[in-house]
Structures are given as structure tokens and as C-alpha cells.
């Protein structure tokens, strides 16, 4: 029976690979095989090439047909004018034509006010099949500019890509060129998502980083944001942006796509009449602005930077891990936090407790995990005694447990050796170890018996440097493997296991959104002026509250870490969607009148902010020089700068500054899209 081939891009390259299993072993009896296998992999790499090259021409194809249709999609049906009532007079019945030509004109009103009563909403049908499905069809509509605005987004060059942000607005504003309206209570709903996650996964961060020993960062992230606002309110005055224009050079600018929701929301509670005029400008600003808000950035920080603050980045980052390393074994954190290895032996004699056989390899930390004695397997603790003839489980470093032949003979054992074994990521909750250092931990009992394979923090879940003098806080990740036992032990003592489910609880999360929003909805009015939080900062704040609530007390507010991604990069990409679908048929107008300035304007805006930063981090808050720029970057909410500056430092230590004064900053620079927009 013939074979099907699967055609799609991954199933071609299987297909091959397929081929050239089945016939290496012929390939293998020809003379030139390395050529003919060489030709098979040449191949594959094509195909693999071809199929990439074909996904981008796909991508490319798409957008020119969209951009066609909404060239010509725009035909208005013919509507004939309404007659003209010719007024006729007679000089012996002038009052009674006058009468008659009354009783016509409003007889010619009526029937013209049910003719636009009756006319169809919206814009006229199009000669495009697919263009007016989109318009009966808004979920379509949006599906479709999220898949491209992904896809552009996605695209990288470098370090720099649009993010899927910026993809989604542009081919949102090309999509809204077909006049396609859609629900405004839809953006709402996505963008309260959104604004909830970033609060909840921020949390742990931005109390620890106000209440603790993040305080100094916590602090230069408030100066940051403050330094921002004023460079973006006088550059905005001086050029005479109107509020509109403002609130997209603000996002655009620092880059912080969510304030433009708290923007719009202070715009439509303002009661000006031309709100939909300012709110239009927003999308033209930002992403006229948020290019070389993003580039520029990134190479600041990474390439003038280091020359600011007069350092060698590299050779810093070497000390500063020189510095963290104090205490370390020679052989490193792991084996402090040894990497799980177990054989059985043979007690030869007795009298030894178990905790006086574990530290018989001075160097090393051996565990026993079990002790089988007359056949059974017991149970036991660090006091009971040994006996001859007991057989053990040992766990720690292979180096160690060869040793340990000359205090028995190795056994093969297979039951006493099948112990549960388990990777976990556990939570810090604990304020106890809150501030305690990686050698400090490793010496506690807890810690006995499990792996520490890497440690993660923040919303972005840095990954920080598994050095000795690492302190750990609330809130971060810990990898731990080790045997189900140890595991409870070390979870019991300083945290919790996070273990996988998808499970969210959405009572608490339904109840916080609902009672945050409600207070965030009271105004108080100042000099007559009303003053409120609004609905959506009453909600980024809730966020913040349940999420550092859930680091403390993990015992409800669960939301699973695919649901914090749905809700936060879907959740504000719907809402600029929509934001680039209402304000395209304007946006081209928009953009030949905002231009280059606005975008001159950008680059100060962006610019000087950033090239202070770094003198501020280090001559006022004495910041480490392999830590500085990753502050810097943190104030701004600039993941991709601080990659580019752990690039120049062939290191990842700039990201321990970076993760406290992105909390605060991405909290705070949200909240400056309403302020903005109030002082204007």
C-alpha cells in the first residue's frame, strides 16, 4: 500500500529524514557516502529554508491583498438626492399656497427622516466578499489581526523585533481601513485583563522592593519615571502636541503600551467635545514613537552606557561574580546543592548514627534516603544507629560515594534504590529565608538532599546567577529536584511546591477585579476638578495586592502561569487591536500631519532619560557598575536593552538590578497614562 506523505513544513522535513533512515544502509555500501549523505542533509536544509522563505512570502502576500482590498473596498452605493419642493405662488391665494407648501415641506421632512431611519448603519456594502464578512464578523476581524500582528511582531532582527504589540497596532490600522466598527466594551474587558495579570505578577516584586532591602532601586525606579514625565510633558508643550498626540508620544516614547488604556479612560471621562479626534491621535504617536523607543534604548544603555558611568563592563561583571562567589565550595554551588546520585552499600560495622555516616566525606554532603534491615525496609532518623549488615541508600556527588566503598561493600538492591525522585518549582514564602543567601540555606537541614538547578524572578522570570552569596527573596522560583521526602521538607520550611495545574482560582480573581474596580471608580473632587483612580488603575492595583497576597499566603489566588500569559499578552493586544481598527480610517492623515517632528520629538523623549540614568545610578545611588545599566533598564520596563547589555558584559549579572525597578516602573509609568493626560 502506497504511503501518504505528510506535506506540511514540519512533515516534509520528517518525510526526509524518513528517506534517509531507510536507506543509509544501501547509502552506506556506496563508495562516496559521505557525499550522498551530505547531499540528504543539503537537501533537508533547502527544504527547511524553503519552507521558511514560503511562510514570509505567505505573510507578505496577506498583507498586500489587505492592503488592496482596502484600497478599492471603499465603493459607496448610489443614494439618490431627495427631490427639491419647488415653492409655486398665486397672488389671489397667497395664503392658501403658503399653507399647501408648508403642509408639503414637513410632509417631504417626515418621509426624508424615516428614509435615514430606515437607511442601513454603517458603511455601504463592499464589492469585496471577504472584506464584508469581516465587518459582520468582529471576532474574525480580530483574529486576524492578532495571527499577523504575532507574526510581524515576532520577526527578529538582533536583538530588536516590533513585539507583538507594535505588530498587532500596525496591522490593526491597516485592517481598520475598511471601516470595520467593533464593540468598544469588548476592548474594555480585555484590557481590565490585562491590567489585573501585570499587577498580579508584579507583586511580590514591587512590596518587597518598597517594604525591603530593594528600597534604593525601588527608589531610583520612582526618580526614573519621575525624569521621564518631565522630559515627555515639556517636550510635548514645546511642540504643541495637543493631549491626544501627548498620550501616544508617552506611550511610544517609554515604550509602555498600557498606559494608553488608562490615557483613553481619562480622556472620555474629561467631557471634552472632540474626544474621538484625541483618542485617533494616540495610535499615530505611539507607534511613530516606539521604534527608537525600543532601538534606542537598548543602545544607550549597551553601547554609551558603560562609557557614562566609565567602566569595563566585562571586567566588572567578573568581579561582581568574584564578590557573590565568597563562601562558595571549590567545586561550586552544586556541590553545596548537590546533584542527586544514589548507590546501595553494605554496612560492615556498627555503632554509627546516620547523621555521623553522612559527614564521613568531609568535602562532600552525603544523604541516606533508605536502610534496609533483616530484609525490611525501616524507618528511621538522623539519630538511629547503624547496625551490620544493614543495607543504605546513599545520595550525593559520584566522587563521594566511591569513596565510600572503604566503609562498605556496594550492593545491587533495585527496590531499595526505586525511591520517587521528583523536579519542583518551589516558592519562597517564607520571611524568615527572606534575604538569605544560597551557602547560608545550603548548610540548614532543610536543605539536604536536593538539587538547586536555577532560580527565577519577577514577571519576566529572570533568570538570576546561582552564586553563593545570591540572596533569595519572596517570591522567587526555586528548581529543586531531590526525592519526594526532601522535597516536603525544604517546601515545609521555606515556601511551597508550585506544582503544574490549570487550575485558576477564579472566585478570588473575579472578587478582587469586582471590589478593586468598584474603589477605583470613586472620585473625589479637588478644587472642583474630580479626581479618581478610575476602574482600570483600581484594577492594576488589585493585582498588585492578590499577587503579593498569593506569594505570602499560597493557599488561594492561584493563576496559572498560561493563564497569566493569556490574560496579559492577549489580553492587551486584543484591546490595541481594536485601538488600531477604530483609529485607521485617520491614521494616514494623522501620520502625514504628526511626521518627522513627532518623531524627533520621540528620540528627546526617549533619549535623555536614559542617557541620565546611568550618572544618577552611579554618583547618587552608588549602584555596582555590573548592576547599574540593569537598574536602568528595570526603571524603564526595557527587557531587550538589559539583553543587550548583558551581551556587551558576556554575563547575565546585569539582571539581578533589573527585576525590583521593573515592578515599580511598569506600575507606575501605567498610571503616568492618566496623569498625563490630567495635567495636560
Known amino acids: 500500500m502506497p504511503t501518504i506523505l505528510n506535506c506540511t513544513r514540519s512533515g516534509v522535513i520528517e518525510n526526509l529524514m524518513g528517506l534517509t533512515r531507510r536507506f543509509r544502509p544501501a547509502l552506506q555500501n556506496i563508495k562516496g557516502k559521505p557525499i550522498m549523505n551530505n547531499l540528504i542533509l543539503n537537501k533537508i536544509r533547502s527544504v527547511s529554508a524553503t519552507s521558511r522563505a514560503v511562510r514570509g512570502v505567505g505573510a507578505v502576500a496577506i498583507l498586500a491583498i489587505l492592503v488592496a482590498i482596502s ?102 490600522v491597516l485592517i481598520g481601513q475598511l471601516d470595520i466598527a467593533i464593540s468598544g466594551q469588548v476592548k474594555h474587558v480585555f484590557f481590565t485583563m490585562f491590567l489585573f495579570a501585570v499587577g498580579y505578577s508584579v507583586g511580590p516584586q514591587f512590596v518587597r522592593g518598597m517594604a525591603h532591602d530593594g528600597a534604593p532601586q525601588a527608589i531610583f525606579a520612582v526618580v526614573v519615571c519621575a525624569i521621564c514625565l518631565a522630559t515627555t510633558y515639556i517636550a510635548a508643550k514645546v511642540a504643541g502636541f495637543d493631549v491626544g498626540l501627548a498620550a501616544g508620544f508617552w506611550a511610544g516614547a517609554q515604550t509602555i503600551s498600557p498606559s494608553i488604556g488608562l490615557a483613553t479612560d481619562a480622556i472620555n471621562n474629561s467631557g471634552v467635545s472632540n474626544a474621538k479626534d484625541l483618542l485617533n491621535q494616540i495610535p499615530v504617536a505611539y507607534a511613530i514613537c516606539y521604534l527608537w523607543g ?298 502625514k500631519t504628526a511626521g518627522v517632528g513627532l518623531f524627533l520629538w520621540g528620540v528627546v523623549a526617549t533619549s535623555v532619560p536614559m542617557l541620565v540614568a546611568p550618572l544618577i545610578g552611579k554618583y547618587i545611588f552608588k549602584f555596582h557598575p555590573a548592576i547599574c545599566l540593569g537598574v536602568c533598564g528595570g526603571a524603564r520596563t526595557s527587557t531587550a536593552s538589559v539583553a543587550m547589555v548583558g551581551d556587551v558584559a558576556k554575563s547575565n549579572i546585569p539582571m539581578l538590578g533589573y527585576t525590583v525597578p521593573y515592578a515599580v516602573s511598569n506600575t507606575l509609568l501605567t498610571l503616568i497614562g492618566m496623569i498625563i493626560v490630567l495635567i495636560y
Request: glycine fraction near 12%; include cysteine.
Open 71 to 172: 484600497v478599492g473596498s471603499a465603493q459607496a452605493a448610489g443614494v439618490e438626492p431627495h427631490p427639491t419642493h419647488q415653492a409655486g405662488e398665486d397672488g389671489g391665494n397667497g395664503r392658501i399656497l403658503l399653507a399647501a407648501k408648508d403642509a408639503k415641506t414637513t410632509d417631504a421632512a417626515e418621509k426624508d427622516a424615516k428614509a435615514k431611519a430606515a437607511a442601513p448603519k454603517g458603511p455601504p456594502p463592499s464589492k469585496f466578499w471577504i472584506v464584508n464578512v469581516l465587518r459582520n464578523n468582529a471576532a474574525l476581524t480580530l483574529f486576524l489581526t492578532l495571527a499577523l500582528g504575532y507574526y510581524i511582531g515576532g520577526i527578529k532582527i538582533g536583538h530588536f523585533s516590533l513585539g507583538a504589540v507594535t505588530g498587532t497596532l500596525l496591522v490593526g
Open 294 to 591: 525600543t532601538i534606542g534604548t537598548g543602545l544607550i544603555l549597551s553601547q554609551i552606557g558603560p562609557k557614562l558611568i566609565g567602566t569595563n563592563l566585562v571586567e566588572a561583571c567578573k568581579q561582581y561574580a568574584a564578590e557573590m562567589s565568597k563562601g562558595q565550595p571549590e567545586g561550586g554551588m552544586n556541590t553545596a546543592w548537590h546533584q542527586l546520585s544514589m548507590r546501595a552499600f553494605e554496612i560492615a560495622a556498627a555503632g554509627k548514627t546516620v547523621a555521623d555516616a553522612e559527614a564521613l566525606h568531609a568535602k562532600e554532603r552525603l544523604y541516606i534516603e533508605r536502610i534496609r534491615r533483616d530484609g525490611k525496609i525501616i524507618d528511621f532518623d538522623a539519630g538511629t544507629t547503624l547496625q551490620a549488615g544493614d543495607v543504605v541508600a546513599v545520595s550525593g556527588p559520584t566522587e563521594a560515594l566511591v569513596a565510600l566503598e572503604q566503609h562498605g561493600q556496594e550492593v545491587a538492591d533495585k527496590e531499595l534504590l526505586d525511591i520517587p525522585v521528583e523536579s519542583v518549582d518551589l516558592v519562597i514564602t517564607h520571611k524568615d529565608v527572606n534575604g538569605e543567601t544560597l551557602v547560608d540555606l545550603a548548610k540548614e537541614d532543610f536543605a539536604r538532599g536536593v538539587y538547586l538547578q536555577k532560580i527565577t524572578r519577577g514577571a519576566t522570570s529572570v533568570d538570576v546567577p546561582v552564586l553563593a552569596q545570591t540572596a533569595v527573596h519572596r517570591g522567587d522560583i526555586l528548581k529543586l529536584s531531590g526525592t519526594k521526602q526532601h522535597i516536603a521538607r525544604i517546601a515545609k520550611a521555606i515556601g511551597y511546591a508550585d506544582r503544574p495545574s490549570d487550575a485558576t482560582d477564579m472566585v478570588w480573581v473575579g472578587l478582587f477585579i469586582l471590589v478593586a474596580g468598584l474603589i477605583g471608580a470613586l472620585s473625589v473632587k479637588i478644587g472642583g476638578v474630580p479626581i479618581t483612580l478610575s476602574v482600570s488603575g483600581g484594577v492594576l492595583i488589585g493585582g498588585l495586592v492578590l499577587g503579593w497576597l498569593r506569594s505570602v499566603h499560597p493557599t488561594f489566588g492561584r493563576l496559572p502561569a498560561a493563564t497569566q500569559w493569556f490574560m496579559n499578552s492577549v489580553g492587551l493586544n486584543v484591546f490595541i487591536a481594536i485601538v488600531g481598527i477604530s483609529a485607521g480610517p485617520g491614521f494616514v492623515a494623522g501620520l
